[in-house]
Each structure stands twice: as structure tokens, then as C-alpha cells.
């Protein structure tokens, strides 16, 4: 559980930055376990969204 701490906060920091909803950002921390597919996932979403 330690070690998913230095993937969790920037992942948070950047999603909050992005607009995502905090609901949905501890969502996607609690489904998906691959930090990487997590910070693409902010990604392609804020592709879709125009931002």
C-alpha cells in the first residue's frame, strides 16, 4: 500500500488540475491498478473533453 503512494498523489494532483471530479479520480485509484493506464486515462479523457 506504501508504494502506491508516489503514483497516487501526482496522479491526484494532475486529475484535480484537469477538472476531474474527486469522486472520480478515488474511482479510478480503487478500479485500476496499472498507475501508468491511470495517468494515460487523464489523458485521453482531457483529449475528449477539449481541455
Known amino acids: 500500500m506504501l ?3 508516489p503514483v497516487a498523489v ?5 486529475a484535480t488540475q484537469s477538472g476531474i471530479s ?7 485509484s480503487m478500479l485500476v491498478f496499472a498507475g ?3 495517468f494515460m486515462a487523464v ?3 482531457m483529449a475528449v473533453i477539449g481541455c
Open 36 to 38: 501508468a493506464s491511470q
Open 10 to 14: 501526482p496522479l491526484g494532483l494532475i
Open 43 to 45: 489523458s485521453m479523457l
Open 22 to 28: 474527486h469522486f472520480y479520480i478515488v474511482l479510478m
Open 3 to 5: 508504494g502506491y503512494v
